[in-house]
């Protein structure tokens, strides 16, 4: 006899057993033929609808086109799909289990996060769904009417959930036990009225569940990593909290952060809603550093942990200020043409590195970081005369959208930086750089190749740069550092009487009429926030 699983009331479930199937299968049989964990698609500018399996057998890559060891992530938004036949409009059961007890030291079903409206989430271990309906598709005005396509999906039941319980505590246990290891998620399936139906290409309807995922044709692993969730400005399922009306704005970034693990991963979501995974990084935490006038005396600066010449890179013409970074572990002595002192403050920052190509050559040209150009979707810039590539992960989040959302505009510009902060936190000379938590950018310009100009030239692009200051401030970059200029050389008239560029503040010294300078970063909340 063949072994059944059937859920319970509880969401738990029991061994039964089944009578064994026929040979001769019969396709007018209520079934249930597939269930499988995906993303969503949408194509034809957002009004095609489908979903992408993700599991074991539909490995994932990078940006890299490397595979991915995992199918998703703690925390992470997914949907879960009930493929069936014959049974519109019929409600269905779903639980979901680890397959080991790695995770949560048994193997009983998980309380999950479950979409149930626009604004709320609500943890639920039983998921029961009809056959057919699509609120699980709904935007943040509770309409999934823009998809012309909904009849291609109505033998589907759809489930939207992040795979997190409903506190911070019970997952920051979760992620302890798993650690850096993996768990296979299984999911359980019956009907609600308790009634018979087929399992997969089984040839007879039988009582009791059906188990998914739970063999190597394919599995659901789940890992430990931190999470930032980017919104594109129009993306109209973006559910986050809205911070200022007429017209609406909303957050447009979350993160999920995990206790348990050192790895970042961004995801970018655009204005239809496809989910781009753009890259991971790994967090380093270093001391909080600030920048004071006292330099100390050598025997207070403590041990000399590190020295990082840059010799090299001013002789091969880099415009870079600091001779040399003596880190000591107390703070750190940059050498220049004037000492500046960063001394050590309480407590930690985490800084992530921007540099993900990792050109090591030297000189003056602008020096690629990274390239991303994947499914519509462009994030590309580069760095120069600056070694200062360490930043903040929230403010790496805000930078990361603000250039995806500013080429799907339209905009060609290649985006440039002249630093933001050393790895150890300092930013020699600059006191605003220290700690990740400012950046400047070279000035656009007609040409958008990142070659940089100044606000007065007649190639400065003003009206793409007010645009692009804009849209960093949009995703979090609040304050900035510009000057006070006219320019009547160039293109635009919008320039000709004196006037700044939105969102900062004239600072002439030193001075700011060659880069763009953000900071004051708006902090991010975790979801369990």
Known sequence: ??????????????????????????????RISDVYFAKKVTTDNGTRVSFTKIDSAHVQRDHQNQEIPYDSILGKTVYLIIETSNMATLSIDAVIRPSANTMTENTDTLQLMRFVSPDRYEAQ???TV???NFDALNNKDGSHSHYGNLSDHNNKAIIKLQLRPDGRAVFDEWTRRLAEGSINLEVAVERTDNNPCAYKDEQQEVNGAGIFLNDDTGRFRVVNKNIYNIHHGSNAYNTLAVISTNPEKRRRIQKVLNNHSTEIVYFYYDQNDNEHRICSRIKETVTRKRRVNAIPPLAQRGTLLETIDFTANRAAGENIDAHQLLVYSNGTLGDGATDKWYANQQGNVELVNMDILGNTGVGPQ????????????IIRYGFQHTRRRSIQPDLFAGFLGSLAQFRQEGHNHYIVSQGFSYSDASCYPSAEHVNGEAGDLNLLTTQQ???????????FDYDNAVILRNILYDFGFILGRSENFSNTS???TA????????????????????HLHVHGFAQIPDIYA
């Not at 690629?368 to 979707?377: D, K, P, R, T």
């Not at 190749?449 to 190639?459: E, F, R, S, W, Y």
């Not at 004196?498 to 700011?512: E, F, G, I, V």
Request: proline share 6%.
């Open 449 to 459: 190749d990142g070659v940089n100009t100044i606000l007065t030239a007649a190639n």
């Open 495 to 514: 320039d000709n009487a004196s006037t700044r560029l939105p969102h900062t503040t004239h600072t002439a010294t030193p001075r700011h009429n060659n």
């Open 490 to 492: 160039n293109a635009s």
């Open 125 to 127: 271990r039983l998921f």
């Open 1 to 30: 006899m063949a072994t059944r699983i059937t859920i319970t009331d509880s969401g738990q479930t029991q061994t039964l057993n089944s009578p064994l199937a026929p040979d001769t299968p019969d396709d007018s049989l209520q």
């Open 366 to 377: 602008i020096f690629e970081a990274f390239n991303y150009n994947q499914n519509g979707v």
């Open 130 to 132: 009809q056959v057919g």
